[in-house]
């Protein structure tokens, strides 16, 4: 009797959708993401719902770890509680070695229940990608060992508790979590259970440094500034100052942009072919045929898109990540354009591997799309949401964008695009008389899916919706 499929789900942290050769980048490198995306399907139009806060990767790995809406998340995603049935932890109740390693930032007690193996665990956010404080797998689930860190002992000397069990110094995030992977990969052959590999990489997220070899692949000179370049933000909401809108200074200098983009694209052509390994490594270990390798990111990135450095948004650059599927039962060199969440990857998993969907998951699958359906008949627009401040809804042809920052009109800001015919998001039509009913009736649909999704209950739903 052949036993269920294995499970490969890799997440990228940052990595927008258009940064694939093989699906429309010239300029980037991924010979290895551009091999898988022939060997299965890619959703060329898969989104995040957005975020709830400005570290997006939190609520947005919540999202794909319970299939649950952001609206429906504890503590913002920073912890998944045990109602709330984790993918992993729904593979490991059906029979399956799951096997977690990298980024996560949800909770020691939702990694512990849903792991039977892992190793080189980052419980945390961002770090320097050649010195990354990781633990050991634990199978008591304590995670609860801690060490003395400073920080910037130039700047600074009081230590930090750091909650890892070692460092590896000199060594790449990227290829420190691939030798783990490689290894918990050789370790599982002849297992007769199937396993669940989660493996969440940290880069290309900043602070955005790789080996030499990469960097040299990309002249910051003959990088193509992106039509939506601009100087300036286009509004004054509070996130303008977050974090990532400090790397580079107001106004966006093109030459300076340049770099931030060459840098970006040499982080992913490295993990691209540290990918490259793990998959060489999945096929001798006689498994690739009987797995299924799901590649995503948890967040878009803006570098330099209207004025934006960083993924405080809801821009197509921000919330549109890529995703590919590939293995038994999946269409092979297919690009499918239909709406789906990256929430929606849980029951579809589930339903490919003939599990049981959790009560708790609100996402629904998109399994019936993997045999090479094409179309836009799963979902018809989608709901876009960035922390209090920014709400949005698209279909097929239009996107409306909405920011509150209080009550009054100049804390307001409304951009309607044509994404059908402006797909770079540059012209604002939201000042054109011909389409006021456009936007009230794009507005009506931004309360229909508030509503459904029960915002109203969440602790800052009432602050600014729907005050229009």
């Known amino acids: 009797m052949q036993k269920k499929p294995n499970v490969l789900f890799i997440v990228t942290d940052d990595q927008r959708f258009d940064t694939i050769h093989a699906l429309g980048n010239n300029e980037i490198i991924t010979p290895n993401l551009d091999k898988l995306a022939k060997r299965g399907t890619s959703f060329v139009r898969a989104h995040i719902a957005g975020g709830t806060c400005g570290a997006v990767c939190m609520p947005s790995r919540a999202m794909i770890l ?76 304590k995670y609860d060992n801690v060490i003395n860190f400073v920080v910037d002992f130039y700047q600074d000397n009081h230590p930090q508790a750091q909650h890892c069990d070692e460092f590896d110094p000199g060594k790449h995030s990227s290829t420190l979590l691939t030798d783990a992977a490689i290894e918990m990969l050789e370790k599982n052959v002849g297992n007769d259970k199937p396993f669940f590999m989660y493996l969440a990489f940290l880069a290309p997220h900043d602070p955005r440094t790789m080996p030499d070899e990469f960097r040299q692949m990309y002249d910051p ?146 399994a019936h799309l993997l045999d090479g359906e094409h179309g836009n008949n799963f979902r018809d627009e989608l709901y876009l949401i960035f922390d209090q401040f920014v709400r949005g809804v698209k279909d097929d042809k239009y996107k409306l964008i909405e920011y509150r920052n209080g009550d009054s009109e100049e804390d307001k800001w409304t951009f309607l695009y044509d994404i059908a015919n402006d797909p770079w998001e540059t012209v604002n039509l939201s000042e054109d008389e011909q389409y006021k009913e456009k936007i009230n009736e794009m507005r009506d649909k931004i309360l229909r899916h508030r509503d459904e999704w029960e915002e109203q209950n969440h602790p800052w739903g009432q602050e600014f919706w729907p005050r229009f």
Not at 66 to 76: A, I, V, Y
């Open 66 to 141: 319970s299939g649950r809406n952001p609206f429906h998340l504890e503590e913002l995603g920073g912890n998944i509680p045990p109602e709330h049935k984790t993918l992993a932890e729904t593979f490991k109740n059906n029979g399956y070695e799951t096997i977690g390693l990298g980024k996560w930032h949800n909770g020691c007690p939702a990694y512990a229940r849903s792991f039977t193996q892992g190793a080189k665990i980052f419980f945390g956010g961002m770090w320097d990608h050649w010195n990354v404080p990781t633990c050991r797998y634990d199978p008591t689930g």
């Open 221 to 366: 000179e003959e990088i193509t500034l992106p039509p939506n370049f601009q100087q300036i933000i286009d509004t004054n909401y509070p996130l303008m100052v977050h974090r990532d809108e400090h790397l580079a200074a107001y106004p966006r200098d093109e030459k300076e942009i340049r770099r931030h983009i060459a840098e970006y694209f040499a982080m992913i052509t490295h993990l691209d072919h540290e990918i490259g390994r793990l998959l060489d490594a999945l096929h001798r270990t006689g498994e690739e045929d009987n797995t299924i390798i799901v590649f995503t990111g948890d967040n878009g990135l803006a570098v330099g898109q209207h004025g934006w450095l960083g993924k405080e948004d809801i821009y197509e650059h921000g919330v549109r990540i890529p995703l590919i599927m590939a293995g038994p039962g999946i269409a092979e060199n297919s690009r499918n354009d239909a709406y789906v969440y990256l929430y929606d990857i849980f029951p579809t998993l589930c339903e490919k591997a003939g599990i049981a969907i959790p009560d708790s998951v609100d996402g629904k699958s998109f």
